[in-house]
């Protein structure tokens, strides 16, 4: 995959401030499947745990994920979550193509970029 070095600093809120995103990759391709969704997420936890690390040195946003049961409810309502984000950023996309080279900015291209690179995983 190709990553651009150098690239300035995206302003606003990065997709992995968004705990849906976390979710999304640390499940991976399982997000779609609760029950799969679900064990790797316990796995995840469980790798924290035998490494001494909490969920809040790794993220702020994972600070009240490993608890009991926390992985089922996540997971339940993950894959409808990243659905409707993949729609919408389809339909930003879709606007933003229709455009002429002349109305492109960069302010366009660092908007979507950490996106695109998400769902490029």
Known sequence: ???KRGA???KGPSVYDDEDYLL???SGKDYKNDDECKNKLEK?????KNASLKENEIHEKLKDFCGKDKATEKCKKLKSKIEEKCTNFEKELQEAVKKQ???LTDDI???NEQKCLFLEG
């Open 109 to 111: 291209c660092k908007k």
């Open 44 to 48: 995840y936890c469980q790798g924290l």
């Open 8 to 10: 300035a600093a995206v």
């Open 101 to 103: 080279i002349s109305e």
């Open 24 to 26: 999304a990759l640390i």
């Open 1 to 3: 995959r190709a990553v």
